[in-house]
């Protein structure tokens, strides 16, 4: 009789014991920011997203995150949660993306998440690439990111609150131009207004 409680307290403990570690394993990687990485301003990369010898922690928080999958050799992936100066994007504010050109890539896209999913687009518009963007008269290309309707090239940040981020996708890339991450030629991020 008296293993009993000894039995159920020692079950309560594992219990107990597992539930703290899995809350905190969904902590951890609960933000694909956690994912060391490189890049040009606010942007950041990470060399073996989508590796299979990559880390255990990069490779829960791809699989938590959802924003990543192929090897580099295929997509490289540059993600960001922030403007040039720094600022966390909000979906409250518009923002202004100005690219110099085409990225060093056979394709790409641009896209613009809340909480790691792409926006609700009553549009249809969840990312802008080579192939769709409009460009400037300079060969370079604006985009607009904002909960309200923009002129021109427009990504939808839609009504749903969240953590922002932007992420560039560079299908088949140069290897000679993307080996040095902090040179690709990624669009700036301006904020330009907040509601």
């Given at each position: 009789m008296r293993r009993l409680p000894c039995v159920?307290?020692?079950?309560?403990g594992a219990v107990a014991a597992s539930a703290g570690g899995a809350a905190i394993a969904w902590f951890i990687t609960g933000s694909a920011?956690?994912?060391?990485?490189?890049?040009?301003?606010?942007?950041?990369t990470a060399a073996k997203i989508g590796d299979s010898s990559t880390d255990m922690l990069t490779r829960a928080t791809v699989a938590r995150t959802g924003l990543w999958a192929l090897p580099p050799s295929e997509v490289i992936y540059f993600l960001t949660g922030k403007d040039d100066a720094g600022r966390p994007l909000d979906a409250r504010c518009t923002y202004?993306?100005?690219?110099?050109?085409?990225?060093?890539?056979?394709?790409?896209?641009?896209?613009?998440?809340?909480?790691?999913?792409f926006v609700d687009s009553p549009q249809g518009r969840y990312s802008y690439t080579k192939t769709n963007v409009a460009q400037d008269a300079d060969g370079g290309y604006t985009i607009r990111v904002s909960r309200t309707p923009q002129p021109g090239?427009?990504?939808?940040?839609?009504?749903?609150?969240?953590?922002?981020?932007l992420l560039t996708r560079?299908?088949?890339?140069?290897?000679?131009?993307?080996?040095?991450?902090?040179?690709?030629p990624l669009a700036s991020i301006t904020r330009l207004a907040c509601a």
């Open positions: 159920l307290a020692l079950a309560a920011q956690t994912v060391e990485g490189r890049g040009p301003g606010p942007w950041s202004e993306l100005k690219g110099r050109g085409d990225l060093p890539s056979r394709w790409w896209s641009i896209g613009a998440y809340v909480d790691y999913h090239n427009w990504l939808p940040l839609g009504d749903k609150p969240g953590e922002v981020h560079l299908y088949q890339p140069d290897p000679a131009r993307t080996a040095v991450p902090e040179q690709v």
